[in-house]
């Protein structure tokens, strides 16, 4: 029982012997602006105001052999697709990137490390407006990683190269930045100004099978435009928003963001979303036009998404393309049986701008949960990149297979195993191997999460993985 709670209580309790505290009761409960407001969670109060109070703390660190070999290749991603290209040894290993998720390069005796440590705080002030809810947004954010390859504290070059065993890779907001500030009021249509996420939907795309697609992985799970240098759709950052629910599931949105970029040219984005949410659908229309503060649109974009839950049967389909000619499609589908769930994901991707060609993959996984906390998966994909590659053979498909075992040992405990197999077809690759791992997941409430896994591969790399975090509201 908190404070609040064990004062009101208390002063009720007087309320029924003496008529005056029975009538000074209202009076008492109506200080406090965030019960009026509907608003929960860590709060503090004023006479006005309500300040919310969010976060979270989370921490990673990876340790074993597993991040490049001497005189690799270089990988660059434009729109999915995979480019390589050999270093002085002729050699086309392993990309460091690209499928980076089916793709492990084999140990060469020198360790790599990840440390990364991610924390955020929000205060959100609401009061209410004859307009509705009026709130003032304030978002610190730290973000500090480092990555060391190959036992080498350097520089990672603009390609991400790894060159005779010295690079090193990492992200870092140089401290605490403000990762948001703004302002916004209303209820069913709210306004917003400032520096804040975008309203992009980009939804509604994530396959169903557990391994998911390859090119989805490269776009942050899903379908996008090509992220090309030539493509200056922009998202977020200084924005002017403003969104309205127009009822029955049916909300549209619209607005400026990217408008404090320093790049003249890629200065500005219009964006417009019309979605729909209700009865097991969902759906989505994104419209965006890029670098609008010259006078001139750079680059249009757009993104649709479609989701439906239809009783045992869950289907998801999207597309994404913009004005260079890219196109970014997706299509997935899952059915429940009883113990069983079955599910497969198709994708594909077609960019102009690096060679003629379509890319297409395909994944599928079958799920059977054997007893109630004992579920086995069994999963594959693959993936045909068609755009011409440096390398001799012209094309790259890439592969993965994977069989996990899920055990609920307690109820905040939970061990997962895997055995699998990847490889992609790159001459003089070893890109080929089997690997096996496992988890233990670590959940014991109050909103702390951890667990503790590692992979050993069949190439002779191995890695060990810590990760520990703790949200609050």
Not at 348 to 365: E, M, R, V
Request: glycine share 14%; proline share 1%.
């Amino acid at each position: 029982m908190n404070i609040k709670s064990l004062l009101l209580g208390s002063v009720a309790a007087a309320g029924l012997s003496t008529g005056a505290f029975a009538a000074d009761l209202g009076v008492l409960t109506s200080l406090d602006v965030c019960d009026s407001l509907g608003l929960s969670g860590l709060t503090i109060s004023s006479d006005t105001n309500c300040l919310q109070i969010t976060g979270e703390v989370k921490y990673a660190f990876t340790w074993g052999d597993y991040k490049g070999a001497s005189k690799s290749s270089v990988v660059q991603i434009q729109g999915g697709d995979v480019t390589l290209v050999n270093t002085e040894d002729g050699d086309a290993t392993v990309p460091v990137d690209g499928f980076d998720s089916a793709a492990v390069v084999p140990a060469d005796a020198n360790l790599d490390w990840e440390s990364r440590v991610d924390s955020w705080i929000k205060f959100v002030a609401t009061a209410n407006s004859d307009f509705g809810p009026a709130k003032a947004v304030l978002k610190l954010k730290d973000v500090k990683q480092t990555v060391i390859i190959n036992e080498y504290a350097g520089d990672l070059n603009t390609l991400g190269t790894i060159a005779d065993d010295t690079a090193v890779g990492g992200s870092d907001t140089g401290g605490v930045i403000m990762d948001e500030a703004y302002v916004s009021i209303g209820d069913s249509t709210v306004i917003m100004a400032g520096k804040k996420g975008t309203i992009m939907n980009m939804g509604d795309d994530v396959p169903l099978n557990f391994l998911g697609l390859f090119n989805s992985e490269e776009v942050d799970t899903g379908v996008k435009w090509s992220n090309g240098a030539n493509s200056f759709l922009g998202d977020g950052g200084h924005v002017i928003q403003i969104t309205s629910d127009l009822g029955n599931g049916v909300s549209v949105s619209a607005g400026l963001e990217n408008l404090g970029d320093t790049t003249v040219a890629e200065a500005g984005t219009a964006v417009g979303v019309l979605a729909y949410a209700g009865d097991g659908l969902a759906a989505h229309v994104t419209v965006v036009a890029g670098g609008i503060l010259d006078g001139t649109v750079e680059n249009y974009g757009i993104h649709a998404g479609f989701s439906g839950t239809f009783d045992i049967v869950k289907v998801v389909a999207a597309i994404a393309a913009d004005d260079t000619g890219y196109w970014n499609a997706l299509a997935s589908a899952s059915a429940t049986f009883d113990m069983f769930t079955l599910a497969i994901s198709g994708e594909a991707a077609n960019d102009t701008g690096l060679a003629a060609g379509t890319d297409y993959g395909f994944g599928a996984s079958a799920s059977a949960a054997v007893t109630d906390g004992v579920t086995i998966k069994l999963g594959g994909r693959w993936y045909h990149d068609d755009s011409g590659l440096t390398d001799p053979s012209g094309v790259v498909d890439a592969w993965q297979v994977e069989g996990q075992v899920v055990a609920s040992v307690t109820e905040t405990v939970t061990l997962t195993g895997k055995v699998g197999a990847y490889g992609n077809d790159v001459p003089a690759s070893e890109a080929n191997t089997l690997y096996g791992g496992a988890e233990v997941a670590w959940a014991p409430g109050g909103g702390f999460t951890s667990s503790l896994g590692g992979t050993v591969y069949g190439n002779g790399a191995y890695k060990a993985t810590f990760k520990a975090a703790k949200t609050f509201e």
